[in-house]
């Protein structure tokens, strides 16, 4: 009786965990990601397009420092191409021979260039607010890339009535500070040229970036699904064997 | 030990007769476990495999992550996205605590259900308890060290309980802290003792082991062994049922780490430690919850914490942190705050109900300990669930388990373990009502 009771709770808790989960999400639209399913992968040329959108729109304020342009390869970017993209910046480099600090093209080696040398810096640049970092955003926000989407799909002119702080947007799913938002609708149809050709409309722009940032912040996730899978399959093969000897000892026992 | 072992090995006798290790070993092997262990006798095993798990992906990580406030997050980073295969230690540590704390609580609650804590296993029992509270605070220091917001804003609420001590609180905090705040002399000696602690707990699981090995393991029927009728060798036995138990176990266990890693996280977590904001919510790890709401049932209107404690001695925060040691430490006095004889719930049918009570009790305070205190639960505020469900806690010792004691009328309990083993049909129907003297 125990056992069957003791598995009863323990499904009795991860439903309330699961439950609890889906609560704190509130009312995110739930999308469906490539990399979602256990055996999932991520789309790399969602990735790429989604880099290409932070590269020419996000870029402008929010850093992304823990990812080196190398990191890069894991989109399916070329090394030519990764190399191409670490050389379209310059950073500062040094001190030379000389003792004086210089400005370089950009090497793979590199750090993602942050806009702003320091929080102050973007503050001041952005009327006050600080655009966070995006390396982590999708594991740092309970829905991950859902989040992602719905924030940039998310703005809307502000219900009737409703006191909009100067310079601020309204945006449905910040919950965090009443669905006033410090950054303005970042995202237009067509403000990025897909080199694939797909049509850059802003629920396509959203879903790529999204999809990048996730992949940002799990970048090992095609890998550990793959490991997964197999280890997976040996235990279920090794635990099948344990149990076969387990009845075989104790045949004489019971 | 009486049969030492003849070995036929030249070089095994040699060794073995200055130090007797290979006669150690056998004695592992040939060591008489009662024929009746069910699975819930497997948790004990998976609680040990969890203990190396965590100190080997531990002594790992810890060779390429780095103690400072400003370097520390970035340096978990950098395993989980330059160190070769640094995801998969990170996960597999990550998820390997919450993991053993799943699998230790199993392991107290069948101790719990089995009376396992009663005499002779009160000292197997304490010492128990003693690793469930290394365990507790390496968890917590360990948590802090990816310097997270969460872990810096649990680090900050969970060192300031010992403001509460009176007089010297805040001396003593600030001595704890290495300054005047959380910050990187907390850090350093966080990962300091985080890596100590769980050679002590090592340590205790010996002695753990050693009491445990002297009276032999309680049996889901309770009684004590009889005769060697009733016992079988732990090897190749119990070992062969441990490993059966270990692959599932790894099953579930590698479900989380390779399909959902962050599962029991907080994602509040992925955010670098940042002294200025403080989460919204702040919330421990899932397995400090319940300690959590006794913490926050007891506070200044709770009637509970003015009878326990009274107003003029110590202030209410002080007695929320007591409550919330008490709760454990409890268990400690359980062996003589039960007084029953029969061990095993499976002969005690009000115990057994008293059991079932408090695990909800325990899963309605982790519930509480989830959510915040100002919250509501269809127009029931939380504050009032976990007052009631830390009321009820405190009752089930305190109260239920001595009365118990002397008004439960048991079931008759069965001659000998074998008795029923052997009456065919494996210990399912453990009701096998026994009339004990009848098959003498």
Redesign the interface.
């Known amino acids: 009786m ?2 069957k ?2 598995l009863l ?1 323990a499904v ?2 991860l439903l ?2 699961g439950g ?1 989960a889906v609560a704190a999400e509130g009312e995110l639209p739930r999308q469906e990601w490539s990399f979602n399913s ?1 055996f999932g992968t991520y789309d790399e040329a969602a990735l790429q397009r989604g880099f290409l959108v932070y590269k020419d729109v996000c870029s402008a304020c929010h850093s992304m420092n ?1 990812l080196s342009y190398r ?1 890069l390869s894991g989109t399916g970017l070329s090394e030519d191409q990764i190399k191409a993209v670490a050389a379209s910046v310059q950073v500062p480099d040094g001190p030379n021979d000389e003792g004086e600090m210089f400005e370089r093209a950009g090497l793979q080696s590199d750090r993602f260039k942050a806009p702003f040398p320091n929080e102050q810096a973007a503050r001041a640049a952005n009327n006050g607010a600080y655009p966070p970092d995006l ?2 955003m999708a ?4 829905g ?1 890339p859902d989040y992602i989407y719905a924030i940039l799909t998310g703005y809307e002119e502000p219900p009737a009535g409703f006191q909009l702080n100067e310079g601020m947007s309204y945006n449905e799913y910040f919950a ?1 500070s009443a669905n006033q938002i410090a950054m303005p609708p970042p995202l237009s149809d067509g403000a990025v040229t897909y080199a694939d050709g797909t049509e850059a409309t802003v629920p396509q722009m959203a879903r790529d970036v999204a999809a990048f940032l996730a992949w940002a ?1 799990e ?2 996730l095609n890998e ?2 793959q ?3 197999g ?2 399959l040996f ?2 093969v ?2 099948a064997c ?2 076969a ?2 009845r075989k ?2 045949a004489d ?2 | 030990m009486s049969d030492a072992p003849r070995f036929k090995n030249p070089v095994v006798r040699w060794v073995d007769h200055r130090l007797p290790i290979f006669s150690f070993l056998h004695h592992q092997q040939v060591y008489p476990a009662p024929r009746n262990l069910n699975y819930w006798w497997n948790f004990g095993s998976l609680a040990g495999i969890m203990l190396v798990v965590m100190i080997v992906t531990g002594i790992v990580l810890a060779m390429h992550y780095t103690p400072h406030a400003t370097m520390a997050f970035d340096s978990v980073e950098r395993i989980m996205r330059d160190v070769n295969y640094g995801w998969l230690l990170r996960y597999l540590h990550m998820n390997g605590a919450s993991m053993f704390f799943i699998v230790v609580y199993i392991h107290v609650f069948r101790g719990l259900y089995y009376g396992s804590y009663k005499a002779p296993r009160e000292l197997l029992w304490i010492i128990g308890i003693i690793i469930l509270l290394l365990m507790m605070a390496t968890a917590f220091m360990g948590y802090v060290l990816p310097w997270g917001q969460m872990s810096y804003w649990g680090a900050k609420v969970i060192t300031s309980f010992f403001t509460a001590i009176p007089l010297v609180g805040q001396s003593i905090t600030e001595w704890l802290w290495g300054g005047f705040n959380v910050d990187n002399a907390t850090l350093n000696r966080f990962f300091s003792l985080h890596y100590l602690l769980p050679f002590v707990i090592v340590a205790v699981v010996f002695l753990h082991l050693w009491a445990l090995h002297h009276h032999k393991s309680n049996n889901p029927l309770g009684i004590d062994i009889k005769g060697p009728q009733d016992t079988i060798p732990f090897h190749p036995y119990y070992t062969v049922k441990d490993n059966f138990g270990i692959g599932v176990f790894l099953l579930v266990y590698a479900a989380f780490v390779f399909f959902g890693p962050n599962f029991f996280g907080e994602p509040e977590n992925y955010i670098r430690a940042n002294p200025m904001v403080t989460p919204p919510h702040i919330v421990p790890e899932w397995y400090f919850l319940p300690y959590y709401a006794i913490l926050r049932a007891v506070d200044d209107n709770f009637i509970g914490s003015w009878i326990l404690f009274g107003y003029t001695l110590i202030d209410a925060k002080l007695a929320g942190v007591i409550a919330m040691f008490a709760s454990i430490l409890i268990l400690c006095f359980l062996p003589w705050l039960d007084r029953s004889p029969v061990r095993s719930a499976r002969f005690r049918p009000a115990y057994r109900w008293f059991f079932w009570i408090l695990l909800l009790d325990a899963f309605i305070l982790g519930w509480v300990g989830a959510n915040a205190p100002d919250g509501v639960w269809n127009g029931i505020p939380f504050l009032w669930i976990g007052r009631i469900a830390t009321l009820y806690y405190f009752l089930h010792f305190i109260i239920i388990m001595p009365l118990l004691s002397v008004f439960e009328r048991p079931d008759p309990l069965p001659h000998s373990i074998s008795q029923p083993v052997l009456k065919g049909g494996g210990f399912a129907p453990a009701r096998v009502h026994a009339k004990p003297m009848e098959k003498a």
């Open positions: 125990m056992r009771i003791g709770g009795v808790v309330a965990m609890n256990i823990l990191h390396s982590l594991k740092a926000r309970p991950g965090v912040a970048p090992n550990r699904h490991i997964g899978v280890v997976m235990l279920i090794l635990t344990l149990y000897v387990y000892v104790w026992v019971h």
